[in-house]
Nanobody
């Protein structure tokens, strides 16, 4: 059973920073890639960023480029999301997810952590 546990959410003022962590565990945890999604109140869940587990290739949604950085620590099965210059529009529940090799869908999801940015 694969488990993803996020941490690091909280409340900050606009312009502030937060660092989210997502630790994966489980005997079969061997992702090909991991990602962060977010869901703001009343909105659909949206992709934020992803990283491939072996090559570290990253992808970002346009609103995250230049402000957010995804990174990983393979030894700790952990992915991080450094968020700088946060804006009220970044307020959302942030979830991490993992995908196995040769899969297009994200199979495993964490419970999420709340990020609230006040103006």
């Amino acid at each position: 059973q694969v488990q993803l546990v996020e941490s690091g959410g909280g409340s900050v003022q606009a312009g502030g920073s937060l660092r989210l962590s997502c630790a994966g565990s489980g005997r079969t945890f061997s992702p090909n890639a991991m990602a962060w999604f977010r869901r703001a109140p009343g909105k659909e869940r949206e992709f934020v960023t992803s990283i491939t587990w072996s090559g570290g290739i990253t992808d970002y949604t346009n609103s995250a480029k230049g402000r957010f950085t995804i990174s990983k620590d393979n030894a700790k099965n952990t992915v991080y999301l450094q968020m700088n210059n946060l804006k009220p529009a970044d307020t959302a529940g942030y979830c991490c997810t993992a995908r196995r090799a040769q899969e297009t869908a994200w199979q495993y999801w964490g419970q999420g952590t709340q990020v609230t940015v006040s103006s």
